[in-house]
């Protein structure tokens, strides 16, 4: 009795442990919403009770552990390795990445905005391919990834060209030009809450923080997807837009970049 009680134990363990590792897995990476259910719900939530940690602090220790500390491009193979064997986790991801990558080397942006910094990973990217003296402000309304993200670009050695600021993209797109001493922005990255990329859009239009030329590229817009904003954009006189088409972060689900370029 005892010795088949031990058997169907270690049947379901073995069993579980398939189902968590391979079969789930491999079965949502075709559909974004349920990848997105999978990781950033039931697995986060079920690794941060056993663990005892959160999603990003595992992050940065993956960093830590992997990435040399005063090179950019060994923090971003880290955290890519991390989320594609250890845990998924939303950052633009290397795919799309590398879209992020061509569009910023074409443009050479002196001055940068990011809306939604999360640890970092997009701000690493970013700010690794700037030409001297150029800056990037990041916004994260999360006070807890604040804190890792900064501890991340710190490892990357880029603190002088990011300047994080914690707070509401809303209340702080109308400081912009007092606070930091901008007129305009070269380049926006959107990349926060997807409800906020057209009311912030529009705020940073009538702000005047865009000028004939500056560029916005906003990430996940098929998933979670943003359709008021690419309806906006795509019909929008202001706007010249066009859609680079790639997958969700670390899966197989479709997903793209928006570029916009705004016409004045």
Known sequence: MLLVLLCWCVGATLLLYVLYSWLIPTAVQFSGSLALLWHDVIVERALDTLTKSTRPQRLLKAVQKHAT????????????????????????????????????????????????????????????????????ITLEF??????????????????DKVQLVEGASGDWIPRMKEHFGIETFDFVFLDHWKDRYLPDTKLMEDCGLLRKGTVLLADNVICPGVPDYLEYVRNSLSYKSCYFKSHLEYTKAEDGLEKSVFLG
């Open 69 to 136: 500390r005063g090179d950019p491009q060994s923090v971003i193979s880290a955290i890519d390795h991390f989320c594609r064997h250890s845990e998924w986790a939303m950052n633009v991801g290397d795919e799309k990445g590398c879209i992020l990558d061509s569009v910023v080397s074409e443009l050479n942006p002196e001055k940068v905005l990011e809306l939604g910094t999360y640890c970092g990973y997009s701000t690493v990217r970013i700010a690794r391919l700037l030409p001297p003296g150029a800056r990037l």
């Open 142 to 159: 999360n006070a807890d990834y604040a804190a890792i993200a900064r501890q991340v670009i710190a490892w990357a050695g880029l603190e």
